[in-house]
């Protein structure tokens, strides 16, 4: 997951239903409700503190980084919400009013995982805390370098599937996921066992986002998720074998402002000499670049080749930057891609990156960032 210091057919295909949502939900659980509950249910409705059993046909799957943001989400889209942050209890029980799962993040090092004990340890802890919060599952985000064949390589191929048998048989219809870059190919290092592990949890949520190298693009700047890279990525993780119903597409909700050494006349931004050490980039939220888009130098401005939106400015030591991110538009292109292959969702990183304030244009802008995760209503023009 980008840490929070960085970052053909035009059929319109309609989503699937979504599973129903409180009304039907709420009453069998009260049905269930044991009547010994649990007096530490921090829910107004105890019920709520059941953990979510339905399996939705199409998943929304949410990062939650904190600051009471997730008041304002569009409930209606999601499926999964990830406290990344702090525990946060009432947001728990609004997503379970919501019909939405709520998950632990789970990290944990490689090469502690090479002992079973350890990982048999780590998993129960896991399962604990879980059941003591009343989450239902956990998102294994661990990005660290895996050499293919290696030791950790079987270990963690052997977390997942361990940490998933223990999940689902401890909590009852519980979730366990595992974050993955944008292509199989060791991306950053990350020689993992792809197919093992889609086998072994519920699905892989893919991090198409990060993708720009600089040292491999002459050190210039570029977009976070091109639209071809992208899914190309999904392509091949569907050619060695997985099912595209494991696969939940991620998307940015953020960019990259790079600070540009020479800036060319048709907009090239080259940030350093070779091989890019010097070169000054980083993370910027979707909500800042609205702020910043309209009055900077250059205005939108789109590449067609990476179908990407960037923007150019000047800053006060008169230095030139140039900043690529993505909006409604690049998204609903790639979003298309989830409905025309059949994947099983979409999500992003993170669900904090917009503006939620009372402000008229940032809350279209907002709405138009929710939409975009389904297109057909996009392009439909639907409200």
Request: net charge positive; proline share 5%; hydrophobic share 35%.
């Amino acid at each position: 997951m980008a840490r929070l210091q960085l970052a053909g057919s035009r059929r319109l295909v309609p989503l699937p239903r979504r599973a129903p949502r409180l009304a039907p939900l709420l009453l069998p659980l009260l049905l269930a409700l044991p009547d010994g509950a649990r007096a530490d249910c921090p829910c107004k409705v105890p019920a709520l503190c059941r953990p979510i059993t339905h399996r939705p046909d199409f998943e929304v799957f949410v990062f939650d980084v904190g600051h009471k943001t997730w008041k304002h989400y569009d409930w209606s889209q999601i499926t999964t919400v990830v406290l990344f942050s702090n525990y946060d209890p009432e947001l728990m029980c609004h997503a379970h009013a919501k019909g939405a799962r709520a998950v632990l993040r789970g990290d944990v090092s490689v090469k502690d995982i090479i002992n079973a004990t350890f990982r048999a340890s780590w998993i129960a802890q896991q399962v604990k805390l879980a059941k003591t919060q009343y989450l239902d599952g956990i998102n294994l985000d661990i990005e660290q370098d895996v050499a293919h064949s290696s030791p950790e390589y079987y270990a963690l191929t052997a977390l997942v599937k361990e940490t998933t048998d223990s999940f689902h048989r401890e909590i009852e219809g519980s979730q366990v996921t595992f974050d993955v870059p944008w292509g199989p190919n060791c991306v950053g290092a990350r020689c993992y066992n792809y197919t093992g592990i889609a086998d072994a949890c519920d699905f892989l949520f893919v991090m198409s986002y990060d993708e720009r190298c600089l040292a491999c693009s002459q050190c210039i700047a570029g977009a976070n998720s091109p639209y071809i890279q992208t899914l190309t990525g999904y392509d091949d993780f569907i050619k060695i074998g997985i099912n595209p119903k494991k696969l939940v597409m991620g998307i940015p909700w953020y960019g990259y402002d790079y600070t540009c050494q020479n800036l060319s006349v048709d907009h090239v931004c080259t940030t350093a000499k070779y091989a890019c050490r010097d070169a000054v980039h980083r993370q910027v939220t979707y909500q800042t670049i609205m702020k910043q888009v309209n009055s900077s130098t250059s205005g939108r401005l789109w590449d067609k080749n990476q179908q990407s939106p960037y923007y150019h400015y000047k800053d006060q030591a008169g230095h030139f930057h140039q900043v690529w991110y993505d909006d409604a538009q690049s998204i609903s292109l790639k979003a298309s891609y989830v409905q025309k292959h059949g994947l099983l969702g979409i999500g992003m990183w993170h669900a904090n990156c917009l503006d939620y304030s009372g402000d008229a244009i940032a809350k279209q802008q907002t709405k138009e960032m929710w939409k975009a995760l389904k297109p057909n209503l996009l392009q439909r023009g639907e409200k």
